[in-house]
């Protein structure tokens, strides 16, 4: 048997990946972005999943953002970027409904009066630096 990059490094690690539960993904059986490199099926996939009332139009308006910003930036920094924002704003609004939620459950706030506005904005900035505006026409 001779001995090559394929046999000593390759299939190893593919062997390894696949026992750790990733997929292999042959490149002559798929189809993907050529300017992009991102298997544009996985990627509709995925994002239908975790998006489940976006419609075909605006994925394809996230695609092509993605695909632009790609263009000018190193592949996938950009996007690594846009994740770590996205992560960080899910936290801040995590961390404020934790703070609201309890408050309004036990009857501490109530929604409708300005004087508990002025109290949530106080409470949201102290802990999160957060202004937290509340509508009070509902």
């Known amino acids: 048997m001779k001995f090559n990059e394929d046999s000593r490094v390759k299939i190893p690690s593919i062997l390894h990946l696949i026992k750790l ?11 993907w972005d050529l300017e992009t490199n991102i298997f544009t099926y996985i990627f509709y996939y995925q994002l239908k999943k975790n998006n489940k009332n976006l419609s075909q139009k605006e ?28 992560f960080k704003q899910s936290q801040k609004l995590s961390e404020l409904r934790d703070c609201l939620l309890p408050m309004l459950m036990n009857g501490q706030v109530r929604v409708t009066h300005t004087d508990e506005n002025q109290y949530l904005n106080q ?16």
């Open 59 to 86: 994925s394809e308006k996230i695609f092509n953002k993605i695909s632009l910003s790609l263009e000018n930036e190193d592949l996938g920094r950009v996007y690594y970027n846009k994740m770590v924002v996205n």
């Open 21 to 31: 539960g990733y997929t292999y993904l042959s490149l002559k059986e798929n189809n």
């Open 123 to 138: 409470r949201a900035k102290e802990s999160l630096g957060l202004v937290v505006e509340i509508n009070n026409t509902i």
